[in-house]
């Protein structure tokens, strides 16, 4: 089943690969960085995540749309 509303799991990641913003509403990620995970069914669909970068402290230094894992091997 799909999810239509609201945001999906909410869960810490290590980025397993990195990714360059294409666009203002996405961020940069670097392999390793920490990530919170807001939303991992962005617009209802599966492929795009909401994170936010987690610094050393525990604290956001950023937020952003990247590509999950499986979408972004897709492309």
């Known amino acids: 089943m799909i999810q239509t ?7 810490y990641v ?7 913003a294409e666009n203002q509403n996405e961020i940069s990620i670097a ?4 990530l919170l995970v807001e939303n ?3 617009y209802g669909q599966i492929g795009k995540w909401y994170v936010s ?4 402290r525990g604290n956001k230094v950023g937020s952003g749309i990247v590509p999950s894992r499986n979408k972004y091997v897709w492309i």
């Open 40 to 42: 991992s069914l962005l």
């Open 14 to 20: 290590r980025a397993h690969f990195s990714y360059e």
């Open 53 to 56: 970068k987690i610094d050393e």
């Open 31 to 34: 392999h390793g960085d920490l």
């Open 5 to 11: 509303a609201g945001a999906g799991d909410h869960f």
